[in-house]
């Protein structure tokens, strides 16, 4: 007897097919005691991905074909506080579930998430590590949705990659941090010179990516700075440095 659980029409490369589950004992033959069955040596396929001890753990998630998923959401250009304050909750999410997180750094759809050197949560296992901050971060996103963008439907669910890096001193890690705030003020600065000449100085896209090839930070300073009578430096903290997250003591 076939169990069907779903069956809803989906659309794939221009044909329409359906989408069944069936009842997993027609599919596979097993018993009530895996671990002591005859199969147990499948184990043996699975990788070790502990991390190196005495190691700061950095996973850092990066939203996937997020370009497109901010033009369908239609967010404020260059930066939406709504969005901003989204991935920032999220990662509050993440953090209030796992402890041994000690700074959490985030800027446009990435967010950085450092366990603590002496940490063995899951065994220090990268893949435990990955998965469960990339999924804890994608469904509180979806989650509080509603919480910074009201009414507007979510069109789709975003999705986020991840991956594992480990920095074996404190050097490297404060070295690591600052990278991803410079990447922040590189992005923030072309973004926000790209569009105000597109929304207040009347220029296409093409037209004010051809306007800023080769151009220097003193360059794009000074075309918000005589053009449009912006300095650069009163700009908000939140866009040109990020957010980091911190535990308080209280």
Not at 4 to 24: D, E, F, N, T
Not at 167 to 190: E, K, V
Request: one cysteine or more.
């Amino acid at each position: 007897n076939t169990l069907m659980l779903i069956g809803k029409a989906c659309r794939v490369g221009g044909r329409v097919r359906y989408c069944v589950v069936k009842a997993l004992a027609r599919l596979f033959t097993s018993s009530s005691s895996m671990a002591k069955s005859k199969f147990e040596y499948v184990r043996n396929f699975e990788t070790d991905d502990t991390c190196l001890r005495n190691c700061y753990i950095v996973v850092r998630l990066d939203g996937r074909n997020f370009h497109k998923f901010a033009e369908q959401h239609k967010f404020t250009k260059p930066n939406d506080n709504r969005a901003l304050g989204l991935m920032t909750q999220s990662a509050r999410s993440v953090m209030g579930e796992l402890e041994d997180i000690v700074i959490a750094y985030g800027q446009s759809d990435e967010f950085s998430f450092v366990f603590k050197r002496t940490s063995t949560l899951f065994k220090r296992r990268a893949s435990k590590l990955m998965t469960h901050v990339a999924s804890q971060f994608s469904s509180s996103y979806v989650f509080y949705w509603k919480e910074f963008f009201g009414e507007q439907p979510l069109l789709y669910p975003p999705g986020f990659d991840g991956r594992v890096v480990l920095y074996p001193s404190n050097r490297n890690l404060r070295d690591y941090l600052s990278w991803r705030q410079a990447d922040c003020h590189i992005n923030n600065l072309y973004n926000t010179v790209f569009w105000t000449l597109v929304q207040k100085g009347g220029l296409t896209t093409a037209q004010a990516e051809d306007r800023l090839k080769g151009t220097l930070a003193a360059d794009k300073n000074e075309i918000l700075f005589s053009e449009f009578d912006i300095n650069y430096n009163n700009e908000s903290a939140l866009h040109k440095k990020g957010s980091t997250l911190i535990w308080e003591k209280v």
